[in-house]
């Protein structure tokens, strides 16, 4: 994983974007579904992650048949603009289904269906989003998405987005689960403490906002309790960046270094700052 931090100059507005992390249970708690980004991928290639994007302007479109109205979206997100709410969680959707061949859907919708509308997603010039919905006769269930946190990519990073992170329970059917085979390489369930086990012992790479994240839900003893977690998702984080020896480091917003020291979503034990070391990173604090 290559990261570039520039300390000067303007920083770049950041750019929508959006999330999931798809769960189920499993014998030792809650598995979290991962993709890894392709190396050549210009954002955290290499990395795994939740299947997620940017947002696209199709998503805004307010033909898209889903499950909530803009208003709603919108109290959910603490967001004053409905449409911009609503955007973020078709796009978090989209995006899913695009990265891992998991739909949310209002009503059940038969695998063939979901794989024709996955691979329907993919070439360019294709029908709209909307188009493709009602073709299939999909509605997207954006009521199956729990908003957990939002993160901001530091204003030191030379590509940055304003993410919104979405928590959803797994549909029944996980058979088709898989990475895409383009912009992601490899998938995998993982519990929380599998994933944060292997990017210590250097065997995957996980970005600081991943690996916050699923110390924060490590602890749920199932689906149900993790969907429960009370959290304040309107809130921006957006670490800070300094130097450390030959390297850097970000910091979290409740890291004591950190710009703006504090935070709504501060829980004492969990890792504050991450340094950057061959091209992963490792927690320092």
Known sequence: MTVSFSFEGDAPTPRDAATVLVVRDSPDGPEVFFVKRAAAVRFMGGAYVFPGGRLDAEDAD??????????????????????????????????CLEESGLL?????????????????????GRPSLAALLAQHGVTLSLSALVPWSRWVTPRQETRRFDARFFIAQAPADVSRARHDGGETVESAWLTPREAIARARRAEIVLAPPTWRTLAEIADAPDVAALLAMPRDASVPLEPSVIAVGDTFAVLLPDDPEHLQAGSANARVGLPTRFVYRDGAWETAG
Do not use: I, N, Q, T
């Open 62 to 95: 307010p033909m898209v048949a889903a499950d909530l109205e803009a208003d709603e979206c919108a109290r959910r997100l603490g967001e004053p603009e409905g449409s911009r709410a609503r955007a973020l969680h078709v796009a978090a959707l989209r995006e």
């Open 104 to 124: 949310l859907s209002a009503g059940e919708v038969a695998p063939d269906v979901v794989d024709a509308l996955r691979a329907a997603l993919e070439p360019k």
